[in-house]
């Protein structure tokens, strides 16, 4: 049986690692290189997602969260716990009470796969870890998930995957889809094959791959960029959640490869996917948002770089962070359409596509252990 997998992102990687475990004759498409795209512009979190709980997606979360402990598990290497501290001022717009119980439920939600539950910290005892300012600061916590280098766990989910059989053919743009029979044609500008069955996974890139090739769908992607700065100098060894007092959002200030993450924005993306960047409204924005709460102020020359990638979620809102970080899989005979995934999730979500492909062949078929390729990082 051949299978055509379209996309090298991590979910695109995920699903072809899954199907050769499976014993399937799987070949991966990628337009550019693999993971250089939304999976290696992410905010570098394994997580369940704390400020989810507040739009009641507890069945998100809780995958996630056992998604990261398996993680943790075995990739110790890559993954690693974070500590993550919460300050709360007196005009943040979540009360400690409010945090507080979002943290109770994310520890009974990680259950014995816990990294360490979460605990309350005086003003003083986070002026101590933390350059924050001091006026209006209430108190706040600490709470662990877990961090990667995105890039390196996607290409390590590539290297598993041909590990066990797959083919990959990176810098190969699948530019037609259409059936013949019982068979998918997969157009490239250097000819054409013939797979059995064609799983979509082109993140972002879905609405676009979709309407190109006709194919009918119940679901469509909403476009929503992420910008984040990467400053030139670490601000603290642990990570930060801080509310942005104006519009409620949430954003990370983390502890990255000796510089620190800042970010992130959510703004609806209109234009190209590729080339996407941080524009200069997000640039202030995290700049000011950050100011608020630190004793040392940060100004563009404290900015090593930036970079942006477009999440693909599944929906419509005009609030983008109301928008579901779930995914869904949707099988049409031959086809099994992938819309949305966290990077965290990419396990769960390739084990349930190929649940849906062993359903069409009318087999199921156990995948040989996840056991990763070696790691070169
Ligand atoms: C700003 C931001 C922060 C995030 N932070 C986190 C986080 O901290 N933790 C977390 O778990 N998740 C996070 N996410 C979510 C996560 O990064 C994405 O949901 C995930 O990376 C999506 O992976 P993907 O494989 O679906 O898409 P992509 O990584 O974009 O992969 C799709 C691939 O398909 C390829 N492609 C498209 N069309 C074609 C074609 N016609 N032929 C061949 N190839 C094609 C593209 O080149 C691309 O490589 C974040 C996302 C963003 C944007």
């Given at each position: 049986m051949r299978l055509a997998v379209i996309g090298g992102g991590i979910?695109?990687?995920g699903i072809a690692w899954e199907l050769a475990r499976r014993d399937y004759d799987v070949t991966?498409?990628?337009?550019?290189?693999?993971?250089?795209?939304?999976?290696?512009?992410?905010?570098?979190?394994?997580?369940?997602?704390?400020?989810?709980?507040?739009?009641?997606?507890?069945?998100l979360v809780r995958e996630s969260l056992r998604d990261r402990a398996w993680l943790l598990e075995h990739l110790p290497s890559l993954?690693?716990?974070?500590?993550?501290?919460?300050?709360?001022?007196?005009?943040?717009?979540?009360?400690r009470f409010t945090i507080r119980a979002g943290l109770t439920l994310y520890d009974l939600l990680a259950g014995r796969n816990n990294i360490a539950p979460h605990r309350s910290l005086s003003a003083d005892e986070l002026i101590e870890r933390l350059p924050l300012a001091r006026a209006g600061l209430r108190g706040?916590?600490?709470?662990?998930?877990?961090?990667?280098?995105?890039y390196a766990l996607a290409r390590?989910?590539?290297?598993?995957?041909?590990?066990?059989?797959?083919?990959?053919?990176e810098v190969t743009r699948v530019i037609s889809l259409r059936r013949s029979g019982k068979e998918w044609i997969v157009g490239r500008a250097s000819g054409e094959e013939r797979f059995d069955f064609v799983v979509n996974a082109a993140g972002p890139?879905?609405?676009?791959?979709?309407?190109?090739?006709?194919?009918?769908?119940?679901?469509?992607?909403?476009?929503?960029?992420?910008?984040h700065l990467v400053l030139k100098h670490r601000v603290a060894e642990a990570g930060m959640l801080l509310q942005s007092v104006s519009d409620r959002r949430v954003f990370f200030v983390l502890p990255w490869k000796g510089t620190t993450?800042?970010?992130?924005?959510?703004?609806?993306?209109?234009?190209?996917?590729?080339?996407?960047?941080?524009?200069?409204?997000?640039?202030?924005?995290?700049?000011?948002?950050?100011?608020?709460?630190?004793?040392?102020?940060?100004?563009?020359?404290?900015?090593?770089?930036?970079?942006?990638?477009?999440?693909?979620?599944?929906?419509?809102?005009?609030?983008?962070s109301a928008l579901a970080r779930d995914y869904r899989l949707e099988r049409r005979g031959n086809l099994l359409n992938v819309f949305g995934g966290k990077m965290t999730t990419f396990r769960s979500l390739a084990e349930k596509?190929?649940?849906?492909?062993d359903n069409y062949f009318g087999r199921v078929r156990t995948a040989r252990p996840a056991t990763f390729a070696v790691i070169n990082v």
């Open positions: 979910n695109g990687a991966l498409f990628e337009k550019g290189r693999c993971g250089a795209q939304t999976s290696s512009a992410t905010t570098k979190m394994i997580h369940g997602g704390i400020r989810y709980l507040e739009r009641l997606h507890f069945g993954v690693k716990p974070i500590e993550i501290l919460l300050p709360v001022y007196g005009d943040s717009p979540r009360s706040g916590f600490t709470y662990f998930d877990a961090q990667v280098d995105d390590l989910v590539v290297d598993s995957a041909i590990h066990e059989g797959a083919t990959v053919r890139w879905m609405n676009a791959l979709l309407s190109e090739n006709r194919i009918r769908s119940r679901y469509r992607l909403s476009l929503v960029r992420g910008s993450l800042v970010g992130t924005t959510e703004i609806m993306h209109s234009g190209s996917l590729e080339h996407v960047s941080a524009t200069e409204a997000e640039i202030d924005y995290l700049i000011a948002r950050f100011n608020r709460y630190v004793r040392d102020p940060i100004g563009r020359d404290d900015i090593a770089s930036t970079f942006a990638g477009v999440r693909p979620l599944v929906g419509r809102s005009t609030n983008p596509a190929g649940m849906r492909v």
